[in-house]
């Protein structure tokens, strides 16, 4: 079962890439005190991805920023150095690029997909969250294959 609107975010980490290297960031700390969208995709640098989903946060981060969001994290199953090479080659450094290498923390909220027969493993189901203090006020979960309602456009029109 995925974690739903109401809901605590369970304990877990990521990754991100700090100026010396790779970092662990604790989710609890890193969500406590703050409004934080949170949207994830299946892999860096696949098609929808980096055509569409990626972009679409960079292109509209200031408008986000103006619905009272503090910070906006792209999460995928991917190694942290592939998610900062992706962020790099798509102007996000004002996004957090989290990368959940093992899907661990993605598997805690029930949002991982098994695309093992595309040879693609276990990654993240294609969504976005709008999360206040640790608790998940919205998800906007797309259906395997679709993007749409965790676009940036659609998550604004909600907001």
């Known amino acids: ?45 696949t098609p929808t991805c980096s055509a569409s989903h990626l972009p679409g946060y960079v292109v509209h981060l200031d408008a986000l ?3 009272g969001i503090d910070e906006v994290v792209c999460l995928s199953v991917n190694d942290v150095f592939v998610m900062h090479a992706w962020g790099k080659a798509n102007n996000a ?35 976005a969250m709008l999360v206040t203090n640790g608790i998940v006020q919205q998800l906007w979960l797309d259906e395997p294959g679709e993007f749409r309602v965790s676009s940036a456009e659609h998550v604004l029109s909600q907001l």
């Open 93 to 127: 450094e004002h996004l957090t690029m989290a990368a959940d290498g093992l899907a661990e923390f993605t598997h805690s909220m029930g949002l991982e997909l098994d695309i093992s027969a595309a040879k693609m493993g276990v990654r993240s189901r294609r969504y």
């Open 1 to 45: 079962m995925s974690i739903l609107a109401g809901d605590m975010l369970p304990y877990g980490t990521f990754q991100v890439m700090g100026e010396e290297g790779p970092e662990t960031v604790d989710v609890i700390e890193f969500f406590s005190g703050k409004t934080v969208l949170m949207f994830a995709v299946p892999g860096a640098f």
């Open 65 to 67: 920023k103006e619905k």
